[in-house]
């Protein structure tokens, strides 16, 4: 398994900002795309994010275009979710997980995802 683990999440207020970390195992960094997923409470797991581990091509959902930004750090370790303009319906536990392609909104299931970080967006 990879272990992962997200930090940063926070109670903020609607039209906030967040970012979100991911610490990833150097064993393991650079070999796969990667994903954000996030799980509200009685919800299914919702992709929102992914990067390519290959040309760093990054890919987002509908619900969260142009407001959320996925990043890699230098060291390829550590994995970032940049959100802005954050909604109430942004509200739910978010978990960074590896993907097998990006490209397509793939994530490993929940045995691969760690220790996630609960956001809420509330006023």
């Known amino acids: 398994d990879v272990q992962l683990q997200a930090s940063g999440g926070g109670l903020v207020q609607p039209g906030g900002s967040l970012r979100l970390s991911c610490t990833i195992p150097k064993f393991s960094s650079g070999k796969y795309d990667m994903a954000w997923v996030r799980q509200a409470p009685g919800k299914e797991p919702e992709w929102v994010s992914g990067i390519d581990s290959f040309d760093e091509r990054t890919y987002h959902a509908d619900s969260v275009k142009g407001r959320f930004t996925i990043s890699r750090g230098n060291a390829q370790n550590t994995l970032y979710l940049t959100m802005n303009s954050l909604k109430p319906e942004d509200t739910a536990v978010y978990y960074c997980?590896?993907?097998?392609?990006?490209?397509?909104?793939?994530?490993?299931?929940?045995?691969?995802w760690g220790k996630g970080t609960l956001v809420t967006v509330s006023s």
């Open positions: 997980a590896p993907s097998e392609l990006a490209a397509v909104g793939h994530f490993y299931g929940s045995n691969y």
